[in-house]
Every structure is written in structure tokens, then in C-alpha cells.
């Protein structure tokens, strides 16, 4: 009996065993597959250098001794290389050097342009004095014209009485006798022998110094430009002081007007100090020896009086290097009695030695060159008579009195 049950253990035994067998036998078949492991290949770099005994073998080659190399000759060895030129820039045109017209006697040359519009006043004077009965209605109306004129109250009973009186004496009829007699007296009110030279010769080796003042719009850039072409064509070099530095075109402006003769133009920014640009165009014109320096400043408004107060800064501060020997107000000549105005304050603040009247031609009234002069007591050295680069005249009294009561 125990053999038997023995036996039965021993039987359950060898199938359990033979079953675990199967099952995992079974477990492994539905495992995937691992895959097969690759070998990275190496690629050898292109025209890799060998060594060893794969290196190649060397070439053949023939070779030659020291003795075999030729030399090179003395000419060869001692030459310098060729001296390659550098490539040619092309500078910007140069603006051509103008030669201004001769100043001897332009106003005579422009007397024609100048009777256009001043032919008025004389031939109307003439036209009075020529009337059989001189009554007081007549000498009324030469008053008139006299005051239509710009003349001015005073010069203009002045120049009557000495009429009255000299017509009455002489007793002068023709038309010739009363065109000697007029031009006689507009001589001197005018003052044919008033100093108008444009003074520019100053201490030795320092230059003649020359300010430019005016109002706004009287064309104070302009008269400068020109004043240079007078002083050029009189055998002088210049030097420009651009000071107007609150109109933004002024400084180009000038600076055009002086390349055209060939007179350099000191400027600073827009809006920079016009005292300092002055005192710097000064000291240009004491290094370069220049004959003349011609400061353009801004215009200002008369009832200003900061804009006022800093011209006499500018006029300061320039004399700390020269004296300024000329103070020249540009005056509109259209703007008549109003110019008065103008010209008595800045006199005020700058002391003004010349007047220049510019825009004479067209509707000006010659009576101002009278009038302007009786009030500042000082004369009229240079005008305008036209937008020419050339038509800036020196005043000649017994031309600019020709021109106003024709021939």
C-alpha cells in the first residue's frame, strides 16, 4: 500500500514538472524577435594621407644642383617694383572765380536805370518853374512834389526858399537856366562834398572791419555779397563773417556770393551765437591778412530791444580783436519815412557811419538819399538799383542828381 501511494507522488510529480516545461516553453514563442545589431560603418575621409605600407611610393623626378638653378641678374635683382598709381578722383566742379565790374563810375553806367523812376520829381519841378506867374499855389505845389518825394519837411523849405529867392533875383525863364539852378540846389542839399568812401583800411596787419545792420527783408545778405564784389574789384581781399544765424538760408547765401570772387566765408550752426561767429571771422581775416572783413548780421526789428541790445554785443565783441571801422544800415528805399524810424534807433545803438539804399529803382522816391542823411547826419555811400550782382553803386551826388531831373 505504501508502494502504491509512493508511486502515485511520484507520477504527480514528473507531470507537474513536464507541464511547466511546456508553458514556458510556450511564453518564449510569443516573444518578438530582438533585432540583429548593427555595426556602424566608418567612412575614411577623401584623400586621407596614407603611411606606412600603404603610403605611396615616391615619383621619379629629376632634379637639379645648385649649380644647375640659374640666378637672377644684377639688373633684375637691384630693380624696385613699379609704382602703382593710386586711382584719380574726381573732385567736385570748382565754382568759377567772377570778375566784378570796375566800381569807377558804375553809377554813371546805371544813370539810365536810375531816370526811369526818378524822372518824376525833376521833370515835375521843372514843369512848375516853368509857368509864367509863380504864385503861391505854384510854390505849394512844388512843395508837394518835394514831399511826395521823401524829401522831408525841412529840406523841402529849405530848397524852396533858396528857389524863391534865387528866381526872384535872377530872374531865370528858360528851361535850361531852371534845370542849371535845380541841379544847383539838390547839389547841396545832397552834399556833393560829403566823404562816401566805404572805409576799409585799418591798423597794420589787421584787416578794415565792416558790419552790416538792418531790419528784416531790407536785404542786408545781398548788399553784403555785392559789397564784396565792390571791394574785389577795387583790388581787395575779403573775408565774409556769416553772423545771421537765425534765417537758415542766410549763411548759404553768403557763402554763394563769396565763391563767386573768391572771398572765403567763416559761418558756425544755425542758431549759434552771432558774436561768436563775428569775433571767429575776425580772427580768420587777422591770419589770412585780408584787406577786409564784412560781418552780415541778422535782422531785427527796431521796437526790439533784446535784438537790439545784442548787435552792440556783436560790435563788442568784435572790437576786442580791431576796431570796427565801418557800421553800415541797409535801408529800403521804398519804405520812405518809416525807414527814418528804423534808422535813428539802430544809430542809436551801433552808431551808424553810411547808409546803403537798396530797391532805389522801380517806385522808390529819390527824395530819401535827402531826407535820411538830414537825419543822421551821415551820408549815403552805396545803393541799389537792381537785382544784378554788379548794380550795387558807390553814391556819386552829381550823377544821382543828373538821373533825377533827366536831361
Known amino acids: 500500500m505504501?508502494?502504491?501511494?509512493?508511486?502515485?507522488?511520484?507520477?504527480?510529480?514528473?507531470?507537474?514538472?513536464?507541464?511547466?516545461?511546456?508553458?514556458?516553453?510556450?511564453?518564449?514563442?510569443?516573444?518578438?524577435?530582438?533585432?540583429?545589431?548593427?555595426?556602424?560603418?566608418?567612412?575614411?575621409?577623401?584623400?586621407?594621407?596614407?603611411?606606412?605600407?600603404?603610403?605611396?611610393k615616391p615619383r621619379d623626378e629629376q632634379r637639379r644642383t645648385i649649380e644647375e638653378v640659374p640666378l637672377p641678374d644684377a639688373e633684375t635683382a637691384t630693380s624696385t617694383p613699379e609704382a602703382v598709381e593710386d586711382p584719380v578722383v574726381a573732385l567736385p566742379p570748382q565754382p568759377e572765380i567772377?570778375?566784378?565790374?570796375?566800381?569807377?563810375?558804375?553809377?554813371?553806367?546805371?544813370?539810365?536805370?536810375?531816370?526811369?523812376?526818378?524822372?518824376?520829381?525833376?521833370?515835375?519841378?521843372?514843369?512848375?518853374?516853368?509857368?509864367?506867374?509863380?504864385?503861391?499855389?505854384?510854390?505849394?505845389?512844388?512843395?508837394?512834389t518835394l514831399l511826395t518825394a521823401d524829401v522831408g519837411v525841412a529840406p523841402t523849405q529849405e530848397l524852396v526858399e533858396r528857389l524863391r529867392e534865387r528866381v526872384r533875383v535872377?530872374?531865370?525863364?528858360?528851361?535850361?537856366?531852371?534845370?542849371?539852378?535845380?541841379?544847383?540846389?539838390?547839389?547841396?542839399?545832397?552834399?556833393?562834398?560829403?566823404?562816401?568812401?566805404?572805409?576799409?583800411?585799418?591798423?597794420?596787419?589787421?584787416?578794415?572791419?565792416?558790419?552790416?545792420?538792418?531790419?528784416?527783408?531790407?536785404?542786408?545778405?545781398?548788399?553784403t555779397g555785392k559789397l564784396a564784389r565792390v571791394l574785389v574789384a577795387d583790388g581787395k581781399s575779403v573775408v565774409l563773417g556769416a553772423a545771421d544765424t537765425f534765417r537758415a538760408a542766410a549763411a548759404d547765401q553768403l557763402q554763394t556770393w563769396g565763391e563767386r570772387v573768391g572771398a572765403r566765408t567763416v559761418r558756425g550752426p544755425e542758431g549759434g551765437d552771432p558774436a561768436s561767429i563775428a569775433f571767429d571771422a575776425v580772427k580768420e581775416g587777422i591770419a589770412e591778412k585780408a584787406d577786409a572783413v564784412l560781418i552780415d548780421t541778422a535782422g531785427r526789428l527796431h521796437?526790439?530791444?533784446?535784438?537790439?541790445?545784442?548787435?552792440?554785443?556783436?560790435?563788442?565783441?568784435?572790437?576786442?580783436?580791431?576796431?570796427?571801422?565801418?557800421?553800415?544800415?541797409?535801408?529800403?528805399?521804398?519804405?520812405?519815412?518809416?525807414?527814418?524810424?528804423?534808422?535813428?534807433?539802430?544809430?542809436?545803438?551801433?552808431?551808424?557811419t553810411g547808409i546803403v539804399l537798396t530797391k532805389l529803382d522801380g517806385t522808390a522816391k529819390g527824395g530819401i538819399v535827402i531826407a535820411v542823411?538830414?537825419?543822421?547826419?551821415?551820408?549815403?555811400?552805396?545803393?541799389?538799383?537792381?537785382?544784378?550782382?554788379?548794380?550795387?553803386a558807390p553814391f556819386e551826388p552829381g550823377a544821382f542828381v543828373d538821373a533825377l531831373i533827366g536831361d
Open 2 to 56: 505504501d508502494i502504491v501511494i509512493l508511486a502515485i507522488i511520484i507520477a504527480v510529480v514528473v507531470i507537474g514538472a513536464i507541464s511547466g516545461l511546456v508553458v514556458s516553453g510556450r511564453r518564449k514563442k510569443r516573444l518578438p524577435p530582438m533585432p540583429p545589431e548593427r555595426t556602424p560603418s566608418v567612412t575614411a575621409p577623401e584623400a586621407e594621407p596614407h603611411v606606412g605600407d600603404e603610403a605611396e
Open 98 to 144: 567772377e570778375v566784378p565790374e570796375p566800381t569807377a563810375g558804375r553809377l554813371v553806367r546805371l544813370r539810365a536805370r536810375l531816370s526811369r523812376s526818378q524822372n518824376a520829381l525833376g521833370k515835375g519841378l521843372l514843369t512848375l518853374l516853368s509857368r509864367e506867374h509863380l504864385d503861391e499855389d505854384t510854390w505849394e505845389e512844388i512843395e508837394d
Open 170 to 223: 535872377l530872374g531865370t525863364r528858360t528851361t535850361d537856366e531852371l534845370r542849371t539852378l535845380l541841379r544847383e540846389e539838390l547839389l547841396t542839399l545832397v552834399g556833393a562834398d560829403t566823404d562816401r568812401t566805404v572805409h576799409t583800411e585799418a591798423a597794420p596787419d589787421k584787416p578794415g572791419i565792416v558790419m552790416v545792420v538792418g531790419v528784416n527783408g531790407t536785404g542786408k545778405t545781398t548788399t
Open 303 to 352: 521796437t526790439k530791444t533784446g535784438l537790439m541790445d545784442e548787435l552792440g554785443k556783436v560790435k563788442r565783441v568784435v572790437e576786442k580783436q580791431a576796431p570796427v571801422d565801418e557800421v553800415l544800415l541797409v535801408l529800403d528805399a521804398t519804405t520812405g519815412q518809416n525807414g527814418l524810424v528804423q534808422a535813428r534807433v539802430f544809430a542809436e545803438v551801433v552808431s551808424i
Open 373 to 392: 542823411q538830414r537825419e543822421l547826419g551821415v551820408p549815403v555811400k552805396l545803393i541799389g538799383l537792381g537785382e544784378g550782382a554788379d548794380d550795387l
